[in-house]
Structures are given as structure tokens and as C-alpha cells.
């Protein structure tokens, strides 16, 4: 198979988790016989530096006409601060979702029995913790009318829905259901929100039509605690965008770090997939970083070209890795592999180079008291 892919690093960790999963994506090229083509072009931080813009219109262009966006992560701390900043590097990331259409966020969370004492939460609570949250991504708060007076006293940010809107995104979220434990949750504020009470009238009206799905409703903030004190009852949770913003990164702790979760945001046409984490500035450069979150955003991408034995192998290489200790810096602060290492180990794994990557580890492990 031959695709196009675009990559757009971005700032911050982006480039060095990327190159990992790009490294991966080329180990099983040349192992199944496929031919992927990687096409660099500027996004966030990087990009305004250089083009004064946050996403440039050549970037759009390289997305439109490339198979798929792989993605790194966007944000610099010096946006973040500012808030008369006219130009932000998340401009990008909202701008390229919009011009592609990429309505469907979906977050796939699991977790791993190794990792399980990362998380606050105790260990018990996270066995059979297998859930997948589809967040609308092109509506909602994010891209309502923005407005904010002229003696800058006042703001407003309008948050609309369609039918159409809810629909599609409705749809997908019933048919990885009945791929699942055939369990729905639309996450919702109905209770106060017009928009939530259309959300669950759009989705009782369809349930209709997928009784194998066992449907239930939940307000945010119940949802909110429940994912805390009983994360194995969800199954597929459909949201709207802000909701699912939050929530996603609430359900990211379950997993033990923010650093292994992978998404994939699709289009009619199009498709991007990336790491939910952030461009995590103050590891920047220091080869720390964990990629896995971006190297499972790989798998997605090739369950996305139907390359599924191709996708499974970088998850069992992954499964493998975390079980076998060979982890970075966030999950073992003292026996720890530095990012480039991490992308080795799971291209020798793939490559079925397993021994030289255990030789590796026995050379890294350290005492724990010296
Ligand atoms: C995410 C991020 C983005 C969002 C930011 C970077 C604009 O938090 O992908 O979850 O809010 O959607
Ligand atoms: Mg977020």
C-alpha cells in the first residue's frame, strides 16, 4: 500500500515523539511492503514564528491533498500568558480540524496492569477500565460567535448545535458500541443546556434504530465523578466538545499517564491522528518525553487504511515494552529510557530484534539506592 502522509510536528515535544512513531511507521513499511511518504509542513508556535500565522495556508494544502495528518502537539508558554495575543498556536490545531471537517475525536483509554500504581486512583477500581470517548470536534463552544465589548468589560462565547452535527458524530458512536460491549453514554448537561437537550433528543430518537446498544444519559459533573470512582461502568461515552475536552483528560489518569493515550479526529475525508497530551515545553529537546501515546495515534492511523494486522503488531509491541519495565521518564523516574530509545525497542520488537533491546535494559538498570 502506498500513502501520503502529512506531518506536521509542531512545537514543544512534537517533533521527538513524532520522529518515534514515523521511525515505527517506516520499521513496518519495509517488514508488511508498504510505501508510506512523509511531508513536513509548519503548525502552531513554529509556524507563526516563521510565517507569522498558525497555521499557513501551504499546511491546509498539504493536508487536503495527503491521505492522512499525523500530528504533533502545538502550545508555547509565551502565548499562554498574553491575553491580547492576536496570533495563538492553537489557532492551528482548531483551524485544521475546521478546514478538514474532522468532526469525530475519539479517545480510546486503557489501561495497563504494570502501570496501574501510577494512577491516584486504586487499583481495584481500574481493572477492566476499557473505554473509548467520541468527542464532537468541529461545533459546540469552540467555534460559536466570540464576542468581547469594546471596553473589554465583557465577553460572551455562543455554543450552538445542529441536527446534522449531532447525527453523524451519533452514528459513529453507535457503531463502535455494537463493535464493543454495545454500552452508549451521552455525556450532557440537559438539565440546564438547550443544546444537551437537543443532543438527547437526536440520540433517543436513533436509538431506536440500534437496540442491540444499551443507551444511557449522564450529566457531566455526575459523569465526571463517576469516572473516577467507577470507570470500568463506561463503555463508548458520546459528548459534545467542551465536555469532551475535559473529560478526556480527567479519563487520561486512569491510564497512569497522559503520555501513552492516542486519538485519531476524522472527516468524511480526511483524518489526523495524534497524542492527547500537549506540547509539554519544559521537556522539549530533552529527549524525556514519552511516545507512545503518538506511536499508538500510529496504530490508529493504520486501522484507518484498513492495515489491521499492521496496527495490532505496534500494539502488542507497546503491550510488551510497558510489561517488560522498558518505559520513560514519567513512569519510572529512575530506570528509565529516553524517547528515542523507547521508538528502538518497539521497532525491535516489530522487527523481531527482541534480545538486542533486552541487552539494552539490563545496561540502563540502576540500583535504586546508591
Ligand atoms: C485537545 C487540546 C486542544 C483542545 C487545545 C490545544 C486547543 O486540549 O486536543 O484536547 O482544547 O481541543
Ligand atoms: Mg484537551
Known amino acids: 500500500m502506498i500513502k501520503k502522509i502529512a506531518l506536521l510536528e509542531g512545537d514543544g515535544i512534537g517533533p521527538e515523539v513524532t520522529a518515534q512513531a514515523v521511525k515505527v511507521l517506516k520499521t513496518l513499511a519495509d517488514k508488511f511492503g508498504h510505501e508510506f511518504h512523509f511531508e513536513k509542513a509548519l503548525i502552531g508556535a513554529a509556524a507563526i514564528d516563521v510565517m507569522g500565522s498558525a497555521l499557513p495556508k501551504e499546511t491546509i494544502d498539504l493536508c487536503m491533498q495527503s491521505d492522512a495528518v499525523f500530528f504533533g502537539a502545538v502550545g508555547d508558554p509565551k502565548y499562554d500568558n498574553d491575553p491580547n495575543a492576536k496570533v495563538r498556536p492553537e489557532q492551528g490545531i482548531l483551524g485544521i480540524r475546521k478546514s478538514l471537517q474532522l468532526f469525530a475525536n475519539i479517545r480510546p483509554v486503557i489501561t495497563y496492569e504494570t502501570l496501574h500504581h501510577l494512577s491516584p486512583l486504586k487499583s481495584k477500581q481500574l481493572e477492566g477500565v476499557d473505554i473509548v470517548i467520541l468527542r464532537e470536534l468541529t461545533g459546540g463552544i469552540y467555534f460559536g460567535k466570540k464576542q468581547t465589548s469594546a471596553d473589554g468589560h465583557s465577553a460572551s462565547d455562543e455554543c450552538s448545535y445542529n441536527r446534522m452535527e449531532i447525527e453523524r458524530i451519533a452514528k459513529l458512536a453507535f457503531a463502535h458500541a455494537q463493535q464493543r460491549k454495545n454500552k452508549l453514554t451521552l455525556v450532557d448537561k440537559a438539565n440546564v443546556l438547550d443544546t444537551s437537550r437537543l443532543w438527547r433528543k437526536v440520540v433517543q430518537e436513533m436509538a431506536v434504530n440500534f437496540t442491540d446498544v444499551t443507551v444511557d444519559y449522564m450529566f457531566v459533573d455526575n459523569a465526571a465523578m463517576q469516572l473516577i470512582i467507577n470507570p470500568s461502568q463506561f463503555d463508548v461515552i458520546l459528548t459534545e466538545n467542551m465536555f469532551g475536552d475535559i473529560i478526556s483528560d480527567e479519563a487520561s489518569v486512569l491510564s497512569g499517564s ?113
Open 258 to 370: 497522559l503520555g501513552m493515550l492516542p486519538s485519531a479526529s476524522i472527516g468524511d475525508t480526511a483524518a489526523l491522528f495524534e497524542p492527547i497530551h500537549g506540547s509539554y515545553p519544559q521537556a522539549a529537546g530533552k529527549d524525556i518525553a514519552n511516545p507512545t501515546g503518538s506511536i499508538l495515534s500510529a496504530a490508529m492511523m493504520l486501522d484507518y487504511f484498513e492495515l489491521h494486522k499492521e496496527a495490532a503488531s505496534i500494539r502488542e509491541a507497546v503491550e510488551w515494552a510497558i510489561k517488560n519495565n522498558y518505559v520513560t521518564k514519567d513512569i519510572d523516574s529512575v530506570n528509565f529510557y529516553s524517547t528515542t530509545q523507547m521508538g528502538d525497542i518497539i521497532c525491535d520488537y516489530i522487527s523481531g530484534n527482541i534480545s538486542n533491546a533486552r541487552t539494552t535494559r539490563d545496561e540502563l538498570q540502576k540500583p535504586t539506592i546508591i
